[in-house]
């Protein structure tokens, strides 16, 4: 009696804590493809451009790409709409039917790819005009204020719900030691 008692207390738990189909974040298309907006007022206080010449020819310089952009956003919208439509409605389905997610990747490695090629043509163009007239520091702000944007793209991976133990041991030891993670 006890030991089936516990084979059927382990089985519970076993199925109880099974791993779950993670929640899939919400796809956004244009982001997914690079696609966004300078701002060059903004971008202009960052990388600190005080020169009035400068300034026209960094603004000229980011609203020709920003129109690039826009043209291309512009011709793709439809195809965006109905990409970020079709992965948005299945969500779930994507993780347990392999056909249905092949031919997702395959529809997404269509369709972004050579969008992506054409913002990262064009990012290079905006980058070569830049570098011509702003300042090593400058434009190395420039850069890591690019990298910074693009990042803010990604989407982030959604947190874990699950009621798991917080970790212990050395690996708690260590990530909780006060000091700033100096041991001594």
């Given amino acids: 009696m006890k030991k089936s008692l516990i084979i059927l207390s382990l089985f519970i738990s076993y199925f109880s804590f099974g791993q779950e189909v993670p929640e899939m ?3 956004n298309a244009k982001n997914a493809a690079n696609l966004f907006y300078y ?3 903004e971008i202009q206080k960052k990388i ?10 960094s603004s000229k310089a980011f609203r020709i790409y920003n ?3 826009k043209d291309l956003s512009f011709l793709n919208f439809s195809q965006l709409q109905e990409l970020e439509l079709t992965i948005n409605t299945f969500g779930k389905e994507l993780y347990t039917n392999r056909d249905l997610a092949e031919k997702v990747r395959e529809k ?3 369709t972004i790819t050579p969008i992506r090629d054409t913002i990262e043509k064009n990012e290079k163009n905006l980058n070569d005009s830049l570098k011509s007239f702003l300042s090593k520091k400058q434009f190395k702000k420039w850069l890591k204020y690019q990298r910074k944007e693009k990042k803010k793209l990604i989407p982030k991976p959604p947190e874990n719900t699950n009621n798991s ?13 006060g000091m700033g993670g100096r041991r001594y």
């Fill in 25 to 27: 974040p919400k796809f």
């Fill in 39 to 41: 701002n060059f007022t």
């Fill in 48 to 57: 600190k451009i005080k020169n009035a010449i400068l300034e026209g020819k």
């Fill in 67 to 69: 129109d690039k952009v």
């Fill in 108 to 110: 997404i490695k269509t």
């Fill in 165 to 177: 133990p917080p970790p212990s041991g050395m690996n708690n030891r260590r990530r909780n030691s």
